[in-house]
């Protein structure tokens, strides 16, 4: 089973609001990655987490707030978004040491 | 740094016609190279993957693609595409460590 989930899978949201993104993987993953997706455009790395703690932040604004609760789930955290933040924001996981990364469907997100 | 290079933005082609999926990439040491599949409104979907032995890699939906050193290339190939073969196709690159970089994707449409 090669299999990440994301929740929601749309999400729409004022610049006031917080809401959070959830992902979670039952592979037995010990590496987690968050990367946000504009239209037409690759997908950008945010944030890895390996064994649980952050490993990578690529330079990625406070607003978004990453968290690793287990091995097995990953948020991503938002608060005080702009209306450029608006993506498809997707999640990966991998083996620690083995190089190929499994995404989830995405959470598309509109912030007005 | 390493930087990959997706040749073709569009590829248009007819149904049972064979394609092509042009990719090359730089960098001065060993590299895990991937091919994903994203379909309209989806995550990526992991096509193939090279990481040490056989230069030629088969994946999944009769896609194979080839990896050639000296060229720094890894070209994806389909002998017979179908209608749904249509979507965007990710080239990528990583030396480990969890950082994956993507080409700009090659836009495939296959038309009856």
């Known amino acids: 089973d090669t299999e990440v989930t994301q929740t929601p899978k749309h999400l729409v949201m004022g610049m006031t609001n917080k809401k959070s993104l959830k992902c979670e993987q039952h592979?037995?993953?010990?590496?987690m990655y968050w990367y946000k997706q504009k239209a037409k455009k690759p997908p950008e790395l945010m944030f890895v987490y390996s064994y649980e703690k952050l490993s990578i932040n690529e330079s990625v604004p406070s607003r978004f707030s990453p968290e690793c609760p287990n091995s097995s789930l990953l948020n991503l955290h938002l608060h005080a978004l702009q209306p450029e933040d608006s993506a498809l924001y997707l999640c990966?996981?991998?083996?620690?040491?083995?190089?190929?990364?499994?995404f989830g469907p995405g959470t598309r997100l509109l912030v007005l | 740094a390493q930087s990959v290079t997706q040749l073709d933005s569009q590829v248009p082609v007819f149904e049972e016609a064979p394609v092509e999926l042009r990719c090359n990439y730089s960098s001065s040491v060993s590299v895990y190279l991937f091919w994903y599949v994203q379909y309209p409104n989806q995550g990526l979907q992991l096509l193939l993957k090279y990481l040490s032995g056989s230069t030629l890699v088969k994946g999944i939906n009769g896609f194979e693609a080839e990896f050639n050193k000296s060229q720094t290339s890894f070209h994806l190939r389909k002998p017979s595409v179908h209608i749904s073969d249509t979507a965007e196709y990710f080239c990528a690159v990583t030396l480990g460590g969890g950082k994956l970089i993507f080409g700009q994707g090659t836009e495939l449409s296959v038309k009856p």
């Open positions: 592979m037995g993953h010990r590496a």
């Open positions: 990966a996981s991998s083996q620690p040491g083995q190089e190929t990364q499994y």
